[in-house]
T-cell receptor, first 112, second 110 residues
């Protein structure tokens, strides 16, 4: 059945290292979202794309985070350099325009 | 931004009991979704319900958009219903951003 996939599922890295997270949206969905979940902040939107174009990245720390969609089947979220405060679960979600969003399993990031 | 408040924050149920979870939001919305986050962290779609009432098995939801609230009903609860239930809304004229409530943590005891 159709679902959003994310890799890696878990990532442990050291402060200062580059981290890249990948997402494959559901085939046919034209809107892709990146969310972050922490105990303190809960679930918050980082950025989203429509038809591969970035529409809003206001939730994302600009100096170290970047999000791209090289093609319709791949979205990436990169952190460079990573910091301990970036430790969180990062979710990708996809949807068709402004309707229901479907979430991937998440990437659990730990920055030591 | 829009405020989304869920109540109660925690709920302990005996298996077989019924319960109601509430979501209040502070502005007009285009979209409202209910999710269940299971103990493994997966966010599972329960309902896409910007207005009206829907039912899916033992779960049902009602959104009264004019009064800015939504309710999630769990009937005959089972231990597999344990987890955190999130309400998320998309404010009108705010793009497709979902703003999540703080969640209701549910524990169903056998």
């Amino acid at each position: 059945d159709a679902r959003v996939t994310q890799t890696p599922r878990d990532k442990v890295t050291e402060m200062g290292q580059e981290v890249t997270m990948r997402c494959q949206p559901i085939l046919g969905h034209n809107t892709v979202f990146w969310y972050r979940q922490t105990m303190m902040q809960g679930l918050e939107l980082l950025a989203y794309f429509r038809n591969r174009a970035p529409l809003d990245d206001s939730g994302m720390p600009k100096d170290r985070f970047s999000a791209e969609m090289p093609d319709a089947t791949l979205a990436t979220l990169k952190i460079q350099p990573s910091e301990p405060r970036d430790s969180a679960v990062y979710f990708c979600a996809s949807g068709l325009y402004a309707y229901e969003q479907f979430f991937g399993p998440g990437t659990r990031l730990t920055v030591l | 931004g829009i405020q989304v408040e869920q109540s109660p924050p925690d709920l302990i149920l005996q298996e077989g009991a019924n319960s109601t979870l509430r979501c209040n939001f502070s502005d007009s919305v285009n979209n409202l979704q209910w999710f269940h986050q299971n103990p493994w962290g997966q966010l599972i779609n329960l309902f896409y319900i910007p207005s009206g009432t829907k039912q899916n098995g033992r779960l049902s939801a009602t959104t009264v958009a004019t009064e800015r609230y939504s309710l999630l009903y769990i009937s005959s609860s089972q231990t597999t219903d344990s987890g955190v239930y999130f309400c998320a809304v998309e404010r009108k004229a705010a793009g497709n951003k979902l703003t999540f409530g703080g969640g209701t943590r549910v524990l169903v005891k056998p």
